[in-house]
């Protein structure tokens, strides 16, 4: 018998930005690859412009994923990550299954006795923060910004490439390659 799965309350409510932290299937680091982090920025590009979300601040670690975003319209959070993780799992599934064919068997669960799942990210929504205040905002981006020096990645928040620090440091540049561009609405 599984343990109950952990549910998080989503609070969809104009005006809030939405912290947002998601993580590989069973934390693999399925992301270390520069082809998987520039598959997960048109991702995310892709489904904020679709669902009408800013991005304020990211950072794309070997097997998680930190965003902080801020709905224009709909704050449906749901739809959102549901398009970034469906987006980045198919086309990673698809390189995978000429590079890695091995690492498809592995990713793949038995749901029910017929259905056979290929899970690139980790059940469930991951974790959810409401923001509502410019102070929490500037500590939210502080921590993505500086999450892959608390983990030992590099040593400065700018030496991590697939982050929004970048964008920070340097404002009115364009973002490199594949990597999503922010919008500085608030800090």
Known sequence: MQPPRKRVEHFDLPGHARELTFSCYRRRALLEEPHAYAVLGQAVTKACALHGFDILAFVFMPEHVHLLVFPNADPGVSALLKSIKQGASRVMKRHFEVGSPEL????????????????????????????????????????????????????????????????????????????????????
């Open 104 to 187: 498809v068997l592995a990713l793949t669960i038995t749901e029910r006795p017929v259905k056979q799942t290929f899970r690139f990210w980790q059940e469930g929504p991951g974790y959810d923060r409401n923001i509502t205040n410019r102070d929490a905002l500037a500590t939210a981006i502080h921590y993505i910004h500086n999450n892959p020096v608390a983990r030992g990645l590099c040593k400065r928040p700018a030496e991590r490439a697939w982050s929004s620090i970048h964008q920070y440091d340097h404002p009115g540049l364009p973002a490199a390659d594949g990597v999503p561009t922010i919008t500085r609405r608030f800090v």
